[in-house]
Antibody, heavy 122, light 112 residues
Framework: EVQLVESGGGLVQPGGSLKLSCAAS????????MHWVRQASGKGLEWVGQVRDKPNNYATAYAASVNGRFTVSRDDSKNTAYLQMNSLKSEDTAVYYC?????????????WGQGTMVTVSS | DVVLTQSPLSLPVTLGQPASISCRSS???????????FIWFQQRPGQSPRRLFYRVSNRDSGVPDRFSGSGSGTDFTLKISRVEAEDVGVYYC?????????FGQGTKVEIK
């Protein structure tokens, strides 16, 4: 069974840091780019960033709203992707999802985890 | 960035009646390779998004055939032939033809 499990969310003060994890199973993790998407409460979906696979040199890309503060990475030996979030702002409060693109899957974003909630507040 | 504009933003429907959601793009979503990387998602209350269609009209596994996706270029439509109670939720369009990927605002489908 294909599964994605996000973890690491919680309450953090503005300016603080948090690292999210996305544990994958049931598919060839190393063959997919991994993306992060977030959703503020009652709001729409926002693409956050990606890390590509080894053949693409683990290249990363970010939304303008998080560029320079967030870092996406992966450990293929652990089938896990990460989202390091620094200099957090109240507007980063959201549920964060990870989702694969390519590899075993046709195109993008057909598998989603349950998400992990991040709350940035003093 | 490509802007996707969905309409309507709220869609009250009667059970058993059809429903239609439009998504218009600020630029053509035809990739240089000829494919159109356009996606529809469903998000039921309290759940994660679920992909319904990819490349405009390719239905994902398990998606009922009362759902259909169509369109080309800049104009796309999601139709539900006969709305059922389980179809309540928010529907999002998304494009991955151009970088960065972008989503529409979402259309909330509810039962009258």
């Amino acid at each position: 069974e294909v599964q994605l499990v996000e973890s690491g969310g919680g309450l953090v003060q503005p300016g603080g840091s948090l690292k999210l994890s996305c544990a994958a199973s049931g598919f060839t993790f190393s063959g997919s780019a991994m993306h992060w998407v977030r959703q503020a409460s009652g709001k729409g979906l926002e693409w956050v960033g990606q890390v590509r696979d080894k053949p693409n040199n683990y290249a990363t890309a970010y939304a303008a709203s998080v560029n320079g503060r967030f870092t996406v990475s992966r450990d293929d030996s652990k089938n896990t992707a990460y989202l390091q979030m620094n200099s957090l702002k109240s507007e980063d409060t959201a549920v964060y999802y990870c989702t694969p693109w390519g590899g075993d899957f046709i195109d993008a974003f057909n598998i989603w985890g349950q998400g992990t909630m991040v709350t940035v507040s003093s | 960035d490509v802007v996707l504009t969905q309409s309507p933003l709220s869609l009250p429907v009667t059970l058993g009646q059809p429903a239609s959601i439009s998504c218009r793009s600020s630029q053509s979503l035809v990739h240089i390779n000829g494919n159109t990387y356009f996606i529809w998602f469903q998000q039921r209350p309290g759940q994660s998004p679920r992909r319904l269609f990819y490349r405009v009209s390719n239905r994902d596994s398990g998606v009922p055939d009362r759902f259909s996706g169509s369109g080309s270029g800049t104009d796309f439509t999601l139709k539900i032939s006969r709305v059922e109670a389980e179809d309540v939720g928010v529907y999002y369009c998304m494009q991955t033809t151009h970088w960065p990927p972008t989503f529409g605002q979402g259309t909330k489908v509810e039962i009258k």
